[in-house]
């Protein structure tokens, strides 16, 4: 993939979405036969159209989303997020690829919905983005990993056809039309240190947290007077769930459930209604 080194004015149709060239000297290569082409990690499989809505079914892509499509290709995964109501943006090194976006999106009434870039999707800001889409090679998806983990913000969706992201295993999965169609929740980072304060049917207590995660998979210990308690547990997205051992004290159930911010585990409660369970978290 081409690396990005600045960025030219931004050249919108009148009659369609608007379409930003990012110029790079290092794509701008003809082939034999003179035809231009930007410099590809990846080579262009379109996404049946079936499985395109599947993708967009899993990640629950309604009007208040902003979808990105890295490596966007002729755009039909964009299109049918606006038909949805989404906003979308498509990325593409390829001119070649984004002049067919252009023509697919000529008949349609979603103009003022997408846009679609031509840049390399490793130096595209992810922040906005509500939703990700891949058809990327395993390998392009590793390399795209921390980005992911680090830009997008926790409850953001990455849907992917066919290829996994290395080492993170997703939130869901499931075997469409014989391929894999996959979803991940981006996981709040809630790793560190934790001040407890618990209200049960014994009475008020607090304790110590330590949560150690890897992806959406929690590791940890909640320490309650002079005694450790391992735990495991699970994010997805800001939602918290920690599974702790038998033999709690203060009438303490197994499962707690907690919403994280940057600083706090907040709206703690139990996965037993009938235990009136109440507790919060302060990083420390």
């Given at each position: 993939?081409?690396?990005?080194?600045?960025?030219?004015?931004?050249?919108?149709?009148?009659?369609?979405?608007?379409?930003?060239?990012?110029?790079?000297?290092?794509?701008?290569?003809?082939?034999?036969?003179?035809?231009?082409?930007?410099?590809?990690?990846?080579?262009?499989?379109?996404?049946?159209?079936?499985?395109?809505?599947?993708?967009?079914?899993?990640?629950?892509?309604t009007k208040g989303d902003y979808l990105f499509d890295l490596g966007c290709g002729d755009g039909r995964i964009v299109i049918t997020a606006a038909k949805l109501g989404a906003r979308a943006l498509?990325?593409?090194?390829?001119?070649?690829?984004?002049?067919?976006?252009?023509?697919?999106?000529?008949?349609?009434?979603?103009?003022?919905?997408?846009?679609?870039?031509?840049?390399?999707?490793?130096?595209?800001?992810?922040?906005?983005?509500?939703?990700?889409?891949?058809?990327?090679?395993?390998?392009?998806?590793?390399?795209?990993?921390?980005?992911?983990?680090?830009?997008?913000?926790?409850?953001?969706?990455?849907?992917?056809?066919?290829?996994?992201?290395?080492?993170?295993?997703?939130?869901?999965?499931?075997?469409?039309?014989?391929?894999?169609?996959?979803?991940?929740?981006?996981?709040?980072?809630?790793?560190?240190?934790?001040?407890?304060?618990?209200?049960?049917?014994?009475?008020?207590?607090?304790?110590?947290?330590?949560?150690?995660?890897?992806?959406?998979?929690?590791?940890?210990?909640?320490?309650?007077?002079?005694?450790?308690?391992?735990?495991?547990?699970?994010?997805?997205?800001?939602?918290?769930?920690?599974?702790?051992?038998?033999?709690?004290?203060?009438?303490?159930?197994?499962?707690?459930?907690?919403?994280?911010?940057?600083?706090?585990?907040?709206?703690?409660?139990?996965?037993?209604?009938?235990?009136?369970?109440?507790?919060?978290?302060?990083?420390?």
């Amino acid at each position: 993939m081409a690396t990005v080194r600045h960025s030219a004015a931004a050249h919108p149709h009148p009659a369609t979405a608007a379409i930003t060239f990012v110029a790079d000297p290092g794509a701008h290569r003809p082939d034999s036969a003179g035809k231009f082409h930007g410099d590809r990690d990846v080579p262009y499989l379109p996404t049946d159209q079936h499985v395109v809505n599947k993708m967009l079914e899993m990640a629950k892509v309604t009007k208040g989303d902003y979808l990105f499509d890295l490596g966007c290709g002729d755009g039909r995964i964009v299109i049918t997020a606006a038909k949805l109501g989404a906003r979308a943006l498509g990325i593409d090194i390829d001119l070649e690829r984004l002049r067919e976006c252009h023509h697919n999106l000529r008949n349609t009434e979603l103009k003022n919905l997408i846009e679609f870039r031509r840049q390399s999707f490793f130096d595209i800001d992810l922040r906005p983005a509500t939703v990700v889409a891949l058809y990327l090679l395993p390998a392009i998806n590793r390399r795209l990993r921390p980005k992911l983990l680090w830009e997008l913000r926790p409850g953001t969706r990455i849907i992917a056809n066919q290829f996994e992201i290395a080492d993170w295993l997703p939130d869901e999965k499931i075997d469409f039309k014989h391929r894999p169609v996959m979803l991940w929740i981006v996981p709040a980072w809630v790793e560190g240190n934790y001040r407890c304060f618990f209200q049960t049917p014994a009475g008020r207590f607090h304790g110590q947290l330590t949560l150690r995660r890897q992806f959406q998979f929690l590791r940890g210990e909640l320490r309650i007077g002079r005694k450790i308690y391992p735990l495991t547990g699970r994010v997805r997205g800001t939602h918290v769930r920690l599974d702790l051992p038998p033999g709690l004290p203060h009438h303490l159930p197994q499962k707690l459930t907690a919403q994280a911010t940057p600083r706090h585990l907040t709206r703690g409660g139990a996965e037993h209604p009938e235990r009136s369970i109440i507790w919060a978290a302060i990083r420390q």
